[in-house]
């Protein structure tokens, strides 16, 4: 069963500050997924990404497939990124995913 | 409308209770989860569909059980309903793809059962 571990849990923040939270998992893994969930529940999918950089708007995420470790960057931070940002692992057969394994989220405040 | 959703959005019930949680969706995707949510735990994976025809266990089976009615359909049922049931639950969905495919989640349903 992968194991992933993010940090830090818990994380505020002043506007415009540049953001990293950092997700590790000890299996290797098909492709590695970035979720943001808003204090409503409902839960959006940033990125999902199997090697190197991807990059949307402010959002950046980052992957190191050798050392299981992949990170979550956002640049000029503003209090509508004040979510809880979840990574999960994914482990695919056939085409398609098992489902996926989280870690634990990491809740973000960003404070004008 | 929503490409993902689930009903209901909110329910109490009580304990030994059979409930139903239902999902669909428009987005034309084979697979198909269910996952719950607890404070503290994060997201664990209940049940997985390839296909109508083909339905998966995931890590926290125990307790639950799915139908796949059609493709755009997947119901998630608590035969006689626990207090540490409680918890928020989401359906998603993914396309195959190269990689798996991003997944697609419903808006949830939080459950609490006294």
């Known amino acids: 069963k992968n194991e992933v571990e993010q940090s830090p849990q818990n994380l505020t923040a002043q506007e415009g500050e540049f953001i990293t939270i950092n997700c590790s998992y000890s299996?290797?893994?098909?492709?590695l997924h970035w979720l943001q969930q808003h204090p409503g529940g409902g839960i959006v999918s940033l990125f999902m990404?199997?090697?190197g950089k991807k990059k949307h708007g402010r959002l950046i995420a980052t992957i190191n497939i050798q050392e299981k470790h992949s990170s979550l960057h956002i640049t000029a931070s503003h209090p509508r990124d004040s979510a809880v940002y979840i990574c999960?692992?994914?482990?695919?057969?056939?085409?398609?995913?098992?489902?996926?394994?989280f870690g634990k989220g990491t809740h973000l405040i960003i404070q004008p | 409308d929503a490409d993902v959703t689930q009903t209901p959005r909110n329910r109490i019930t009580k304990t030994g209770k059979r409930i139903m949680l239902e999902c669909s969706q428009t987005?034309?995707?084979?697979?198909m989860y269910w996952y719950r949510q607890d404070p503290g735990l994060g997201l664990q994976l209940i049940y997985y569909s390839f296909d109508v025809k083909d339905i998966n266990k995931g890590e926290i089976s125990d307790g639950y059980s799915v139908s796949r009615q059609a493709q755009a359909k997947f119901s998630l049922s608590l035969e006689s309903a626990i207090p540490n049931q409680t918890a928020l639950y989401f359906c998603?969905?993914?396309?195959?793809?190269?990689?798996?495919?991003?997944?697609?989640f419903g808006p949830g349903t939080r459950l609490t059962v006294l």
């Open positions: 998603a969905t993914s396309d195959p793809g190269l990689a798996g495919g991003e997944q697609f």
């Open positions: 987005k034309g995707h084979d697979r």
């Open positions: 999960a692992a994914g482990q695919y057969s056939g085409g398609g995913a098992d489902g996926l394994t």
């Open positions: 299996v290797g893994i098909s492709a």
């Open positions: 990404l199997s090697s």
